[in-house]
């Protein structure tokens, strides 16, 4: 931006704002407060992907006694650790699933960084290294 006073010109730098919404990024504890870069788009898609495939599963698991992870493998062309290590995104933290689907996990946290986290959810942030949010 320029203005002109005169014949002294005077420039001024300007960027307008991003008309995107900005994202806040779970930070772990002692982190040093810098502007990380969100996970990627790609890697919220496949994260996705496997947690609807995950309480699919397990929905079809808890409904239908025949069903099991062997069965769900061969008709998945998956073998059965695949299938039983994405099922552990069906008992992931529900703030750690609202933060990855939204994008507010830092880069570098994915599906595989996700799967066989500990049952329970405190355990779970603590094992990524992230800092749980406050429970109401």
């Keep these: 931006m320029a203005a002109v006073d005169g014949g002294n010109t005077i420039h001024l730098p300007w960027t307008p704002r991003s008309p995107q919404r900005r ?3 779970v930070q772990g504890d002692g982190s040093r ?3 990380l870069r969100p996970m990627r788009s790609e890697a919220r898609s496949r994260f996705a992907i496997g947690l609807r495939n995950a309480r699919h599963w397990l929905d079809q698991l ?18 059965e650790r695949s299938i039983r290590q994405t099922l552990s ?18 880069r570098g946290f ?3 960084r996700l799967l ?16 749980a949010p406050a429970r109401p």
């Design 89 to 106: 995104l069906a008992f992931l933290d529900p703030a750690l699933v609202e933060a990855a689907l939204q994008g507010h996990l830092p």
């Design 110 to 112: 994915g599906l595989k």
């Design 62 to 79: 808890v409904a239908d006694p025949a069903a099991s992870i062997a069965s769900i493998a061969a008709r998945e062309k998956r073998t």
């Design 23 to 25: 994202r806040e990024i």
């Design 33 to 35: 407060l810098t502007a």
């Design 116 to 131: 066989d986290l500990p049952v329970a959810w405190p355990e779970q942030w603590s094992k990524l290294g992230l800092k």
